[in-house]
Nanobody
């Protein structure tokens, strides 16, 4: 059984920053990739950022390129999402996902609210 626990969400003003964390219950090298998704009320859940766990290759949605950075700390079994220059449209529940050889794993989510 794999557990993913997100933290770091909160309320910030537009232009501010937050750092989200996703702590996994086992080595992140046991996964092919990990990523962050977000879902706002009435919207679908969309990919924000993804990282290949072995070599650190990343990809981002167009809406966050240049503002968000995904990274990993293998020693802590943790993936981070640094969010800078936040906009009200970034408001959503952010979910961590881990991809292995089978079904993906999901965390419970953490709320990010950006006010103007």
């Amino acid at each position: 059984q794999v557990q993913l626990v997100e933290s770091g969400g909160g309320l910030v003003q537009a232009g501010g920053s937050l750092r989200l964390s996703c702590a996994a219950s086992r080595s992140i090298f046991s996964f092919l990739a990990m990523g962050w998704y977000r879902q706002a009320p009435g919207k679908q859940r969309d990919l924000v950022a993804r990282i290949i766990t072995t070599d650190g290759i990343t990809n981002y949605s167009d809406s966050v390129k240049g503002r968000f950075t995904i990274s990993r700390d293998v020693s802590k079994n943790t993936v981070y999402l640094q969010m800078n220059s936040l906009k009200p449209e970034d408001t959503a529940v952010y979910y961590c996902q881990a991809e292995g050889g089978g079904w993906p794993y999901w965390g419970q989510g953490t709320q990010v609210t950006v006010s103007s």
